[in-house]
């Protein structure tokens, strides 16, 4: 008896190209790119190997550095000089990711996508303005006053119009607001369309989930929250239809571009998004998905590239069509 189906014919080294389902290409990639007020040299982050936070005057060097790679966009986060309660110099006109936002659209051709959140700016380290919480001693609290305290979702929607607008007047191609605030995507819209920037497309992290595999981005951005956790906005790990309905609702409000968050561990929410909504997908292979498998490789258990690619194109054959990695710029070097 032989087999009648032998898929091992096209598997041949020649042919295994010609049938291949999927490309990952360097403009597919966007590359987290760290700006830090608080140095005036490059500051190695311990826990994501080959990444550093840089000065605001080296921006354009490091973003000089990406597009080398072949990677032409960078996603810009910051870590302010001074942080308050409101978080005010998230919006500021001279505000860190405002002035390397300038100088990188003035000087490079790259895209430049700008993170808009709050948790990098306030004290507290929560993604908006604070207010007494839902109440009660839940088993997270332990009965601490602070905990209770939770972000207070329409006075934080103003806070975040500001922020894009301040990002869109000093250049910025997209806006990604990752807060995960209900409303956030409407108004943000209106907020940069009464300010003439309608041309200006959102990125919404639609389903960011409150996920144990940020942990050493919050070492990099400073941006742990003080007390408590994210869990009464970020979206509970074990929901997959949940994200369907804020997905949804982003697209309502006006997303042009829908994000899954983390990457990996949440593939079949990437699928089931680039399924129902004929919107771009991103996917955020997060931190800790990086971090782990330095660590491994580290070891000599894995390899690193071996593994960063497989990850790399697991996401996109998810169904992802713009993957933000901190492997962007080695993986790019390599296609
Ligand atoms: C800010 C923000 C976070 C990340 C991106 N934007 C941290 C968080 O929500 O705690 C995580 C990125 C990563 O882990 O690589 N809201």
Redesign the pocket.
């Known amino acids: 008896m032989h087999p009648s189906e032998r898929p091992r014919r096209l598997r041949r080294d020649g042919l295994r190209e010609l049938v291949s389902e999927t490309d990952l290409a360097a403009s597919d990639l966007v590359a987290p790119v760290f700006v830090d007020a608080t140095t005036d040299e490059r500051v190695p982050i311990e826990s994501m190997p080959g990444h550093e936070r840089v000065p605001v005057d080296d921006a354009v060097e490091r973003t000089a550095e990406v597009l080398e790679t072949g990677v032409e966009t960078i996603m810009l986060?910051g870590i302010p000089e001074s942080k308050d309660e409101q978080g005010s110099r998230a919006w500021a006109e001279d505000g860190l990711i405002q002035r390397a936002t300038r100088a990188i659209t003035a000087e490079t051709n790259a895209t430049v996508i700008t993170?808009v959140?709050l948790?990098e700016y306030t004290e507290h380290g929560h993604?908006g303005v604070l207010e007494p919480g839902v109440g009660g001693e839940t088993e997270h609290s332990d009965g601490d006053q602070e905990a209770d305290l939770t972000v207070d979702n329409d006075a934080t929607l103003d806070l975040l119009g500001k922020i894009a607008t301040s990002h869109a007047d000093a250049g910025a191609d997209v806006i990604a607001p990752?807060?995960m605030m209900d409303g956030m995507v409407g108004a943000i819209r209106t907020a940069l369309d009464d300010d003439g920037y309608d041309a200006v497309p959102i990125m919404s992290y639609a389903a960011?989930y409150e996920s144990a595999?940020?942990g050493?981005?919050?070492d990099a951005a400073d941006?742990a929250p003080a007390f408590g956790d994210?869990r009464h906005y970020?979206m509970d790990p074990a929901n997959a239809e949940e994200a369907e309905r804020e997905v949804r609702l982003d697209v309502e409000q006006g997303a042009d571009m829908l994000m899954v968050k983390p990457a990996l561990p949440y593939l079949d929410v990437v699928r089931r998004v680039d399924e129902s909504f004929d919107r771009p997908v991103a996917a955020?292979n997060?931190?800790?998905e990086y971090a782990m498998l330095h660590a491994a490789a580290d070891r000599g258990w894995l390899d690193l590239e071996d593994v960063a690619l497989e990850s790399l194109l697991s996401i996109k054959r998810a169904g992802a069509d713009v993957i933000v990695t901190y492997f962007a710029e080695d993986v790019a070097e390599r296609l």
Request: with cysteine; net charge positive; glycine share 16%.
């Open positions: 986060f993170d959140c948790c993604c990752s807060g960011k595999f940020y050493p981005f919050r941006g994210r970020q955020y997060v931190s800790g």
